[in-house]
């Protein structure tokens, strides 16, 4: 019955998402509508219109948001992930081994990486765009959280791409109510918090365990013939100076990153990939991030827990926030290697769903591509009748929908802070008294 | 009648203030001795020229350096409060010395995890200057104006940049904005020249500014106010290093919060304060301005900036609707730029570091936190073939080396002219 529950959310999220028109019945069928959604953490912000939300419960209203997003589409961060498919073909050049297709690829590896250079890791027009619409949507949905002199506490990460989203979304806001009071905020201080690194866990990320089972499960995702014939006149001569795993892998990442940027409608390297192809890249990515960065039983299923601090300071901050008479939001711009693990930590829509097997993750509907792509945001939107009232209630919007939290509740979608407050506060606490 | 007579007070009083030598004014206004940690002042001209007959400003053209930061490391902070604490615990504090170990822990308190980052009051400062530049230049802040605004890699040039937007946005929320921060405008926004660097400070130039700063080094008053013992204070306290950590943070206390609650600069006499400034001024002109003693070449670092400003101000004239480039950046990259633009008397070619307050070189007056360049450009209409401009420094219109009829405008063929040869001939000698 859970697993049903689970995977109606699922469809539903993918349905809202509007990344199809039809349910996506599994991963595959939702790479068929369209490849680039198997760029996991590459893929861009599903900006299209959204599910109707549910009204606000009777006597209440929305009073403060509390966010915490990733910053939006990006370039590649480093030109590492270019260089080996384009060194591979270059090498392969050099021996007269490249196909027409072949050369066709070195020359297309060359623009993206001509666009590229000096923008590694740079936020793109899209990625500043997704930020103004997200943050436009935001106060249309929730105008009495923005009315007014409305405070906006908006705080970035120090990298250059987070400050660029913050200020993207910040614009839209003033810009349709020059009378919000917004402080910005980009800081070593607040590292501790919005982008914590625990090297504990860190280190427990990898173990023979988790590297025995993921070898295992890519080993029969890893290999493309088809692509080596289209590339190279002789595969096997190619195969000598050539890693087909690596090139298979590093080309089609550069082809999907694509969707990013300008070079989104110029790049025709998704092409050379079949369905297939793109499902077997899709499957490796998720497993990897599964075990990375989610509840996996692989390495001891505590890797959510680095985003204790955060989800701490989540609730410590909307606790101070309801003793005051004030409205306004709080605005955290980060990192996908952070919303990913909160999201698992709080089981929105399931995600807390652990297992050893990489194999169940796409049937589970444990797909991290719903949770982070590009500029992906967790909202939770606080409702009270007055001041005084003492019943605060809470709803979660994942990437702008509705979302579940693995906590009963009376009044769904909306959830009961204080219910809320005690059953994460406990998840932390105990973690933290177990932690050694 | 009334009018004329504020309009003759004013003017006699603003003759007063340049004729003011820059002693007095330190003196008149302590901040001033901070010289690149100054807090932006804001303008002091408040009236603006009226733009000349029958033309309209359409684009403006801008170098800011970032707002008040926090100074860039911890160690700016703790190696005074190190050195006062150990005497501390030794006995060997006064009272004052005691009272500044308690005001370096408040403070340090405040920087502590934001070393190089914008303070509140940085964030302020380019709001303010958005602000100013919009209300008094609205023709080029409409519906259709585009404005592209680009930061140098820095966090602190990146946030001062958002906050100049926001305001932007929340004056002109049709202006089209584009903002970046990317490498690949460093080479305009963070020019690095390897060569003109190790010219700085070479031996001779080295040994000559030592020799200068030798007399500013006489700090034996305020050790003996802070520390009880002269014998501790000859064999374990550095006194120069110490009193340069002081005075760093006394000229940056301005930028912070807690300057509501606590001050250095009554550790400091008025001449210290000023031998303190002379030092650092000098130090700003032998590596930023065109000092003679390395070469006079120092300022040429900003020549892809200046290029960069000329070739944008070309393309966009072509343009029929309004538009605003702003560039964020460091203070060394604006001394240097105002330098080579010759603004004022900042042109001045000396290697008689003596003569800097007497010609009347001082680097506080470029270069505040915030501190900013505008370029404003002026027409009839799109097919206007004599564009003039005016140049603001920190928003008071400033005298460029060039001749016109019409100051403080000047024609944009003689900028161009003047300017790309003075590139060449440096570029190409």
Not at chain 1, 68 to 84: F, V
Not at chain 1, 169 to 175: E, F, H, M, N, S
Not at chain 1, 390 to 418: C, G, M, S
Request: include cysteine; charged fraction near 25%.
């Amino acid at each position: 019955m859970r697993n049903h529950r689970f995977l109606l959310v699922i469809l539903l999220t993918v349905c809202g998402a509007c990344w199809s028109v039809n349910v996506a019945q599994s991963a595959f069928e939702m790479i068929q509508r369209d490849r680039n959604l198997s760029a996991s953490n590459y893929c861009i912000y599903p900006d299209s219109a959204l599910a109707p939300l549910t009204p606000a419960p009777e006597g209440k209203h929305p009073f403060y948001i509390s966010h915490y997003g990733r910053h939006g589409s990006r370039y590649l961060s480093s030109r590492k992930g270019y260089d080996i498919p384009y060194n591979y073909l270059k090498r392969a050049d050099s021996l007269g081994l490249l196909t027409p297709t072949g050369q066709f690829v070195l020359t297309e590896m060359r623009h993206i990486i001509e666009d590229s250079e000096g923008r590694w890791g740079d936020l793109s027009g899209l990625g500043k765009r997704q930020h103004r619409q997200i943050a436009c949507r935001m106060m249309e949905r929730f105008p009495e959280v923005f009315k007014g002199h409305a405070f906006i506490d908006a705080k970035s990460t120090v990298v250059n791409r987070c400050v660029l989203s913050m200020g993207s979304a910040v614009q839209q806001l003033v810009a349709l109510n020059p009378d919000l009071d917004v402080t910005m905020k980009a800081s070593q201080q607040d590292m501790w918090y919005m982008n914590h690194q625990d090297t504990m866990l860190r280190n427990r990320m990898t173990t023979p365990e988790t590297t025995k089972a993921y070898d295992a499960f890519c080993e029969p995702l890893i290999s493309n013939h088809r692509l080596m014939e289209l590339l190279f006149v002789n595969p096997d001569s190619a195969r000598k100076v050539v890693s087909e795993n690596w090139l298979n892998y590093y080309l089609l990442k550069a082809g999907l990153i694509q969707q990013n940027t300008r070079m989104g409608e110029r790049s025709q390297l998704v092409d050379l990939f079949s369905y297939e192809d793109c499902h077997c890249f899709w499957l490796r990515e998720n497993a990897w991030w599964y075990f990375n960065y989610g509840p996996s039983l692989l390495n001891g299923g505590e890797q959510p827990f680095t985003q204790r601090y955060l989800l701490r300071k989540i609730i410590n901050e909307a606790d101070s926030l309801m003793r005051k008479d004030l409205h306004g939001a709080s605005l955290r711009f980060g990192h996908e290697t952070v919303i990913l693990p909160l999201i698992c930590l709080l089981g929105i829509n399931g995600f807390d769903f652990q297992t050893e097997n990489l194999a169940d993750l796409e049937n589970h509907g444990w797909w991290a591509c719903l949770v982070f792509p590009m500029a992906s945001n967790v909202q939770f939107v606080f409702y009270r009748e007055n001041l005084a009232d003492k019943d605060i209630v809470f709803k979660v919007l994942l990437n702008e929908q509705e979302a579940t939290l693995p906590i009963p509740t009376d009044i769904a979608p909306y959830y009961h802070w204080r219910d809320f407050r005690e059953y994460y506060l406990k998840k932390i606490d105990d973690y933290e008294a177990s932690r050694h | 009648m009334i009018k004329i007579l504020l309009s003759m007070v004013l003017a006699v009083f603003a003759v007063g203030l340049e004729a003011q030598t820059i002693r007095e004014e330190i003196r008149n206004n302590i901040r001033c001795s901070a010289s690149n940690y100054m807090a932006y002042p804001g303008p002091t001209q408040l009236k603006l020229a009226s733009a000349p007959v029958g033309k309209q400003p359409f684009y403006i053209s801008h170098f800011g350096c970032y707002g008040s930061c926090y100074h860039n490391g911890r160690q700016d902070y703790e190696k005074p409060y190190r050195t006062l604490a150990k005497a501390d615990s030794l006995g060997m504090l006064t009272t004052l010395g005691k009272d500044v170990l308690r005001r370096l822990a408040l403070i340090h308190q405040e920087a502590d995890g934001k070393y190089g980052e914008l303070t509140p009051l940085g964030a302020q400062q380019q709001q303010q200057i958005m602000k100013r530049m919009v209300e008094r230049f609205p023709e080029v802040f409409t519906d259709n104006s585009a404005v592209d605004a680009r930061s140098s890699m820095q966090l602190r040039c990146n946030l001062s940049m958002e906050n100049a937007m926001m305001q932007l946005s929340r004056m002109c929320p049709h202006v089209k904005i584009h903002h970046n921060s990317t490498r690949r405008d460093t080479y305009f926004l963070d020019q690095q020249d390897r060569r003109l660097q190790k010219m700085k400070m070479d031996s001779v130039t080295t040994a000559r500014y030592n020799a200068f700063a030798q007399h500013c080094e006489n700090n034996s008053r305020l050790m003996q106010s802070l520390f009880n013992d002269t014998a501790y204070i000859r064999r374990h306290v550095n006194s120069k290093e110490l009193n340069s950590q002081l005075f760093k943070i006394a000229s940056n206390l301005q930028s912070m919060e807690v300057s509501r609650q606590v001050t250095f600069y009554d550790l400091l006499t008025n001449d210290e304060i000023y031998c303190n400034w002379e030092k650092e001024n000098a130090w700003w002109y032998v590596n930023y301005a065109f000092c003679k003693l390395n070469g006079g070449e120092q300022p040429f670092s900003q020549r892809n900036l200046l290029r960069k400003i000329i070739e944008d101000a070309d393309s966009l004239m072509l343009l029929d609707k309004p538009d605003v480039q702003l560039r964020f950046g460091d203070e060394t990259a604006i001394l240097s730029l105002v330098c080579l633009l010759e603004i004022n008397n900042f042109g001045l070619a000396t290697d008689d570091l003596e003569s800097l307050d007497r010609k009347g070189w001082a680097a506080y007056k470029a270069f505040p936190m915030s501190a900013n360049l505008q370029f404003v450009f002026y027409r009839e209409n799109p097919d206007d073939k004599d564009v003039l401009f005016k140049v603001l420094l920190n928003e008071n219109e400033v005298r460029l080396p060039l001749k016109s009829n019409d100051l403080p405008y000047y024609h944009w063929t003689d900028f161009r002219n003047y300017y790309l040869k003075k590139l060449e001939e440096y570029e190409e000698p």
